[in-house]
């Protein structure tokens, strides 16, 4: 089964800075790859995709992350961050069932803190 | 467009006690997810479906039961609530399975006591 890791609980950067979370992953074949945000009390929301190409992925609210094949990561990134910025971030892999579906798995979560 | 709509946002129940949880989308999503979520342990996927009529199983499916008797609609039921279910329960919805973009719910804070 497909899966990814987070290995950081929270990172903490102070505003203007540039940031980074971080996600591995372990699959077989290609890996569908996705980030996505949550702020307080809300639900999820989509950041950004890796499915094939470009291993720069560049996303919603300024964020990027980079595919790495030869790590097996997936790093969120901002050059500057905002304190608007905090928030939990979620990696996730596509994993395909033993019936043959679609699922996602998530990671377990890194909370971002933007320090003024 | 509402999106992903869930109800109710919070609810208490007893050991023992059923209650379905609603999802329904309006954005003709084929593909629709049950997930909940617990302090350091993320997200975590307990069913799924992948159109009318088709449901399968996630990571966590054991208590839980879900029909799709509609494109719309994904109710979860809690068959005899347990302490173990306190938790934040999401459900979402994509156009297909394969590679989109999932769109979330607010949420129902489930606390059982």
């Known amino acids: 089964a497909q899966s990814v890791a987070q290995p950081e609980d929270q990172v903490n950067v102070a505003e203007g800075n540039p940031l980074t979370v971080k996600c591995t992953y372990s699959?077989?074949?290609?890996?569908?790859l996705f980030w996505y945000v949550q702020y307080p009390n809300r639900g999820l929301q989509f950041l950004l995709k890796?499915?094939?190409?470009?291993?720069l992925v560049k996303g919603s609210y300024g964020f990027e992350a980079e595919f790495n094949k030869s790590q097996t990561s997936f790093h969120l990134k901002k050059p500057s961050a905002l304190v608007s910025d905090s928030a939990l971030y979620f990696c996730?892999?596509?994993?395909?069932?033993?019936?043959?579906?679609?699922?996602?798995?998530f990671g377990t979560g890194t909370r971002l803190k933007v320090l003024a | 467009n509402a999106g992903v709509t869930q109800t109710p946002k919070f609810q208490v129940l007893k050991t023992g006690q059923s209650m379905t949880l609603q999802c329904a989308q309006d954005?003709?999503?084929?593909?629709m997810s049950w997930y909940r979520q617990d302090p350091g342990m993320g997200l975590r996927l307990i069913h799924y479906?992948?159109?009318?009529?088709?449901?399968d199983q996630g990571e966590v499916p054991n208590g839980y039961n879900v029909s799709r008797s509609t494109t719309e609609d994904f109710p979860l039921r809690l068959l005899s609530a347990a302490p173990s279910q306190t938790s934040v329960y999401f459900c979402?919805?994509?156009?297909?399975?394969?590679?989109?973009?999932?769109?979330f719910g607010p949420g129902t804070r489930l606390t059982v006591l």
């Open positions: 979402a919805s994509s156009l297909r399975g394969n590679t989109d973009t999932q769109y």
């Open positions: 699959v077989s074949g290609n890996p569908y």
């Open positions: 890796y499915i094939t190409g470009d291993n």
């Open positions: 996730a892999v596509r994993d395909i069932s033993t019936s043959g579906t679609y699922k996602y798995i």
């Open positions: 954005m003709n999503h084929e593909y």
């Open positions: 479906s992948v159109g009318a009529g088709i449901t």
